[in-house]
């Protein structure tokens, strides 16, 4: 049976490859020669990074000297139906929060039981109702505002919980095993973002090597769990492993050339007076390039898949056929995965492109005021990477896979 003529085996998205014992011997060498030393360098860089008992999380205190937090349920939207709650305050309150107040009965601490006013601001009292449970602040020293009981945020475990939860049995149903997989991949790969990378950049360590070495860690996780240790993935890892060095270049380069300086946020300005010589340039290059990797690991997966695929259905194509074969299908992967990211980050954006659009200039300077520009080059720096990613990928993949011979027999057939 010539290789034109052999059917072209099924396979899953990581799954096991056709390939002759001493191939795949040659392969998985290959491979172990480039990924171990990136494993070995990624924890050296988590040791050497990692902030311990001097990161400032959590060096702050959230509530004032005196206050304390707690639990309320709303009764009324309208601050009179609990004017009596008052009403033994007069001579030493001036009702200033009263205004934008609710009544609500709370529910812990020294007050548990009494309805009282609580005050809301106007910019979250629209998504109030009754019923709603909040976290509220008691401070004694705010009885001569009207109540010493002020709004914090609404309490959400409940619906969160719950999306949370038909989230994960729906992943499962659909994708089984490896959907739970996934899940749990996302989960140590988040564990990484919080457990190291904030900590050591609030540790003052260089957001550059924080980055690299944290996307390395997120990925290993991430891919190994969710696809199992295999060719495909191994080589869809490399792949976005030369994604993130592309992405953090860029962003170094963009914020750089672009005069951004990542304070264009109430946010960011408050980070700063809290931790003396935060680099918010840094933070921003950083940000771009943990914002790609979620799109970039998803291509890379793809690519190497493919050329997998048509190496495994036609062993006899060369490796610059195996390129282009597969980079007709990075093409189709590239068109849709642009406009994801762009789209991704305009809805994100959405409040601060109303807000800019109210001013009367042009689109142009619009487009590149501070703010907008951040998220523009943000785009940019992540779609320029996501997009060298699929070539590098598929000639990774292809350089890997050996040609074989067609036999003789099918020479004699053609």
Avoid at 9 to 26: I, W
Avoid at 315 to 344: C, E, K, N, Q, W
Wanted: net charge negative; hydrophobic share 50%.
């Amino acid at each position: 049976m010539n290789a034109e003529t052999t059917p072209a085996p099924h396979h899953h998205h990581s799954g096991p490859l056709d390939l002759d014992a001493a191939e795949a011997r040659r392969v998985r060498l290959v491979l172990a020669a480039i990924v171990v030393p990136l494993v070995v360098a990624t924890i050296i860089g988590l040791i050497v990074l990692w902030p311990g008992k001097s990161s400032l999380t959590g060096s702050q205190p959230f509530t004032a000297d005196g206050a304390t937090l707690e639990s309320a349920t709303i009764t009324s939207l309208e601050a009179a139906d609990c004017a009596d709650a008052t009403g033994g305050l007069e001579g030493i309150t001036n009702d200033s929060l009263l205004a934008d107040a609710v009544c609500a009965t709370i529910t812990s601490g020294d007050g548990e039981g009494l309805v009282m006013p609580v005050h809301i601001p106007a910019e979250s009292l629209s998504a109030a109702d009754v019923g709603d449970k909040l976290q509220v602040m008691y401070t004694p020293a705010a009885l001569a505002s009207g109540t010493p009981y002020v709004f914090v945020d609404y309490v959400r475990q409940v619906p969160v919980a719950a999306l949370a939860i038909v989230y994960l049995v729906l992943v499962v149903a659909v994708a089984g095993r490896k959907g739970a997989l996934s899940v749990l991949g996302l989960l140590l790969a988040t564990a990484v973002l919080l457990g190291f990378m904030i900590p050591a950049l609030l540790d003052l360590a260089s957001p550059m090597w924080v980055t690299l070495v944290g996307a390395s860690a997120m990925m290993l996780l991430a891919v190994y769990v969710a696809h199992g240790i295999s060719v495909r993935t191994t080589t869809a890892l490399l792949g976005t492993f030369a994604g993130v060095v592309i992405t953090v270049l860029l962003s170094l380069w963009g914020v750089d050339a672009a005069n951004l300086t990542g304070a264009t946020e109430e946010t960011s300005l408050t980070l700063t007076a809290m931790v003396g010589g935060i680099n918010l340039q840094a933070l921003l290059t950083c940000g771009m390039v943990v914002a790609a990797l979620g799109v970039l690991n998803d291509v890379t997966i793809t690519q190497a898949s493919a050329v997998w695929e048509l190496h495994a259905a036609n062993p006899s194509l060369g490796r610059a056929r195996l390129f282009t074969g597969g980079m007709r299908i990075g093409r189709d992967h590239i068109a849709s995965t642009v406009y994801t990211l762009a789209f991704a980050y305009a809805g994100t954006a959405l409040p601060l492109i109303l807000s800019a659009s109210l001013i009367d200039r042009s689109f142009t300077d619009t487009l590149l005021s501070g703010e907008i520009a951040e998220e523009v080059v943000r785009t940019l720096v992540s779609s320029v990477g996501l997009v060298l990613a699929i070539p590098a990928t598929t000639a990774i993949a292809a350089s890997l896979c050996r040609t074989t011979p067609a036999r003789a027999s099918a020479a004699g057939d053609v």
